[in-house]
């Protein structure tokens, strides 16, 4: 019973996501360790991808079992063995300034990505902690307020 309550419905793809976006911000901030690294090569996670894959879950749970979601493992995102996302880093798009050391790190550009993706993360996270308070009003017998 416990199973299934937590890996059916909106948990699951939440989860998902959040494994994700935390990934990332740790990709994010070794890039702003290495700004002043020569040579070093802006990475960054396949957000594409990983958005890809996530509505295609969804698309396919409509479509069978509405409780089923199960992400499609890729070649850029597979899939571990408790369900999540394990993406491997690539080469981030260089748009920043040519810089003397030839290295591509923005720190601008890396802190915005950086508050863009802590703001997803912790909605994620909210999302998630009331999903728990659900679960848990239910199993104690209290209405949530």
Do not use: C, W
Not at 71 to 77: A, F, G, Q
Not at 100 to 118: F, I
């Amino acid at each position: 019973m416990f199973k299934t309550m937590f890996t059916k419905g909106a948990i699951p793809g939440l989860l998902a996501a959040a494994s994700f976006t935390a990934q990332r911000h740790v990709t994010i901030l070794n890039n702003l360790a290495n700004v002043d690294t020569p040579f070093y090569v802006a990475q960054d996670l396949p957000v594409r991808e990983f958005q890809k894959q996530l509505r295609d879950a969804f698309r396919k749970r409509e479509k069978g079992n509405p409780r089923a979601f199960n992400l499609k493992p890729t070649r850029m995102i597979p899939i571990n063995r408790n369900g999540f996302p394990r993406a491997r880093t690539v080469t981030a798009e260089s748009v920043g300034q040519l810089r003397h050391d030839m290295g591509t790190v923005d720190p601008d550009m890396e802190a915005a990505k950086l508050a863009k993706n802590a703001g997803l993360h912790m909605g994620l996270l909210k999302l998630l902690t009331h999903q728990y308070g659900l679960i848990s009003d239910a199993i104690v017998g209290r209405p949530r307020a």
